[in-house]
């Protein structure tokens, strides 16, 4: 329902200005989410049988082609954690980026949910526009989370299996 009417110019101008606010915010929040809360084998997070160990994204995505392209929002802010490459393979490393690929999927998914806002501004039809927009934008992170969590696991994993057979 429409409560703002502003010229089509204005209208145009803020959802430009409304939509990184509104994204950095929801990134900000998930920021201070304490690590604690962020389970990658929580119901939320966990990889699901059918998702094949993150495969099924390279199958219907050929994710691996494209997601070193997608910005990292790690850089954005000051306890930011960049997860374009994994530097360092060490356990506590490995499990940190588990918890940041949670924290990161959590904002993709928070970052979708305000798209209806622009119906307070814009006319009707603005609404799909700004749902198509934010699942563009968000989709892509979120496949690549869910993409790149197995794979750090079965990592950890090993790490901590030779760690079991070294005791």
């Known amino acids: ?3 703002l009417f502003l010229p ?3 209208t145009v101008l803020i ?6 606010l509104l994204q950095s ?13 962020y389970h990658p084998e929580g119901p939320w997070f966990r990889t699901h049988a059918w998702e094949k160990g993150g ?8 994710v691996r082609s494209w997601k070193e392209r997608l ?5 954005a802010f000051k306890d930011g954690y960049q997860k374009k490459r994994l530097r360092d393979t060490s356990r506590a490393n490995l499990e940190k980026f588990l918890v940041e690929s949670c924290r990161a999927e959590l904002a993709h998914w928070l970052a979708i949910l305000p ?3 622009f119906g307070f501004i814009a006319p009707p039809i603005i609404i799909p526009i700004m749902l ?3 699942l563009i934008v968000n989709a892509p992170c979120i496949i690549a989370q869910r993409f790149n969590r197995p794979r750090i696991q079965r990592q950890l994993d090993r790490i901590r299996a030779r760690e079991t057979n070294a005791q």
């Open 1 to 3: 329902m429409r409560l």
């Open 8 to 10: 089509d110019g204005w």
């Open 15 to 20: 959802c430009f200005l409304v939509w990184p």
């Open 25 to 37: 915010g929801i990134s900000w929040s998930c920021l201070k989410i304490p690590d604690r809360k």
């Open 55 to 62: 495969q099924i994204y390279q199958t219907l995505f050929r």
């Open 71 to 75: 910005p990292d929002g790690g850089k």
């Open 115 to 117: 798209f209806w806002i």
């Open 132 to 134: 198509a927009y934010a």
